[in-house]
């Protein structure tokens, strides 16, 4: 730009820096978030002899699938089956979000979702899941799970955990009556239900309802158990609830129906009633 003294001035303009500076932020909202969905992205890590196996292009022989989604459902299995030693670990899948990121005190294996094979009958699969499965991963954990299993043939049940004031009916529902088991199944289910279906409406949410829509759209047998509980935490009363479930597949699943108290003490966390007023 030319002055009326003929000096030449550079241009200087603020919209091009400004433009700049817009495309530097973006960038790297970008990449943040880049590094955020990797981050977030669902982890499955297998035995080597599995691992070996998926390699080569085979899936896992499955006809039972047990998956227990929540604490008490998790612990049932520890305690009434996978007590027994009866059963390999063979895998897990990494989870990782704001909720469910490792407790102090806690190996990686415990915060994450452990998969299990029966020794005598391999095609028998059970897997806990007792961390919290964020709805952005929900899809890809299911989709990452089941391309790994063969579905022909495959039967899936569903333990999972909610509170009992979810709980919708027109009736009034005292304490008394809790816990309960409600149940939903896909349309490829061809057995009888060991409770009464869930009435609406009520609906099924989380990893359980992710995987019985998987199931539903691929055409596989598959069940969801709900248990309504009233009670937060590990309780021996509401794992006692899913014992029917268990020991209608006692044809592959063997059900211990006494666990021995040290068993239990491992997973039920006795509460102490303290005063909050006073010290």
């Known amino acids: 730009m030319a002055t009326f003294f003929g000096e030449v001035l550079s241009v200087y303009s603020r919209a091009v820096e400004e433009d700049d500076d817009e495309l530097d932020e973006i960038e790297e909202d970008e990449q943040i978030r880049r590094e955020l969905e990797e981050k977030r992205e669902v982890h499955l890590h297998w035995s080597p002899e599995v691992s070996e196996s998926l390699k080569s292009g085979n ?19 520890s305690v009434h089956i996978l007590s027994t030693p009866n059963w390999d670990t063979i895998g897990r899948a990494s989870v990782w979000n704001e909720r469910s990121r490792a407790v102090t005190g806690q190996s990686c294996e415990e915060s994450a979702c452990v998969f299990y094979r029966h020794k005598d009958n ?10 919290y499965v964020a709805e952005d991963q929900l899809f890809q954990w299911t989709e990452k799970v089941f391309d790994c299993l063969q579905l022909r043939e495959l ?19 005292g304490g008394s009556s809790a816990p309960f088991l409600r149940s939903l199944h896909t349309s490829a289910f061809g057995d009888q239900p060991v409770c009464q279906s869930l009435e609406q409406p009520n609906i099924v949410t989380g990893l359980a309802a992710a995987v019985l829509n998987h199931c539903q759209v691929h055409r596989i047998a598959a069940v969801v158990y709900q248990c309504y509980s009233d009670v937060i935490g590990p309780d021996s009363v509401t794992m006692e609830t899913y014992k029917p479930v268990l020991t209608k597949l006692g044809r592959s699943i063997q059900l211990d129906p006494s666990p021995s108290t040290d068993a239990l003490r491992k997973f039920v966390r006795t509460t102490d009633l303290q005063s909050n007023l006073y010290i």
Do not use: E, H, M, R
Not at 157 to 171: G, M, P
């Open 59 to 77: 899936k896992l022989q499955c006809s039972d699938f047990i998956l227990a989604v929540g604490q008490n459902a998790s612990s049932f299995l």
């Open 122 to 131: 391999p095609t028998v699969l059970i897997c806990q899941v007792s961390c």
């Open 155 to 173: 039967n899936v049940t569903v333990l999972s955990d909610t509170s009992v004031a979810d709980y919708k009916t027109a009736d009034y529902l």
